[in-house]
């Protein structure tokens, strides 16, 4: 059966086989924890479901303008200005099907192929997937742990070609769980003055950050970064919304258009009453919802860093962002464990699931095979007991 060149080359998630495990052993009984979860752990809060239900009740039940309703988009600029001091029109924003969607819709509008985009280890999955289905090609920067897995502007110089059309900046960082200061930003930002190159600022985590990290929009740091930056966040994370399918760019109007036009022969618009819920997220009692979901990531992460730091060769940066701790565990490569030789993250995955029951994510995928990644958007419980598991397997 024929299968097209591009689809064929998109690979199955490195991830899954992992997953599916977990999965099979839970079905059969067995106590797993998992730490692979890329979604909070809590319910969207009632006052946007109750909205969405309003929203239905009244017949918004239709289709709407392809980029979205422009109250959402004006909700959305409003948000934008009062937060992140960012003057955007509604014509700049286009409300998309999650903020994946945004990232794929964005690199459609902008790459062609044979331009590159720089893309820092560790990166969320999905980037280099939606780079070459763009035709283009990433040009992946190893960072290391001694600069917290962040890129330094002497990497990002030295990476710049004729070809480069963007460079993708994930802050706070799925799988890092570090966030840029706003002075590693800027001087990031200007590397790229006098460039033609876009950046793509993935900012969805931006609620989840802890301890005194201070977030700030890579397009508020100057006119320059405003003029060449895609804003792209979302309504999953913040608001525990992952299954409402709601996120959005803003950035220049031409590339926000271009967006438009690609939806609007994609998908069309984002579903109808889930826009009316999105204004209402926004809305003022979504403060203290958030701030709740925060504070309890803050306590567990802190926990979950400070126990696998006392674990023998494992090395973990305290996050500062997101739900993720993304150890380096390499020490323990080339070891034999149980009768299992661990030469790798998928290694160490595979055998700590089978011989501990606990699941997590290897950093391959990520482009960090020394690394491993666990997500705390699960109980405290679970937390100790999953890393008790760990301890004790290493302690072998
Ligand atoms: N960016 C990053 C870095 C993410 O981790 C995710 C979710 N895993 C997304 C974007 C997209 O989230 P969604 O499509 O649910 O809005």
Redesign the pocket.
Known sequence: MKISKRAKDVPPSATIAVTARAQELKARGVDVVGFGA?APDFDTPDYIKDAAVAALKVGKTKYTAAAGIIELRTAIADKLRKENGLEYSPDQIVVTI???HS?YEAMQAVLDPGDEVILPTPY?VTYPEAIKLAGATPTIIQTDKNNSYKIRPSQLRKAITKKTAMVLI?SPN?PGGFTYTPEELKAIAEVLEGTNVYVLS?E?YEKLIYGDTRFVCFASLSEDAYSRTLTLN?F?KAFSM?GWRL?YTAGPLEVIKAMGRLQSHMTSNPVTFGQYAAIAALGEPAEQAIENMRVEFERRGKYMAERLNSVKGVQCPEPTGAFYCFPDVSSHYGRNINGTTINGSMDFAKALLEQANVALVPGLPFGCDNNVRLSFACSLEQITKGLDRLEKWLAQ
């Open positions: 890329g999650g903020g994946k990232v969320w994930n799925n993935d969805i979302g999953s992952t996120g």
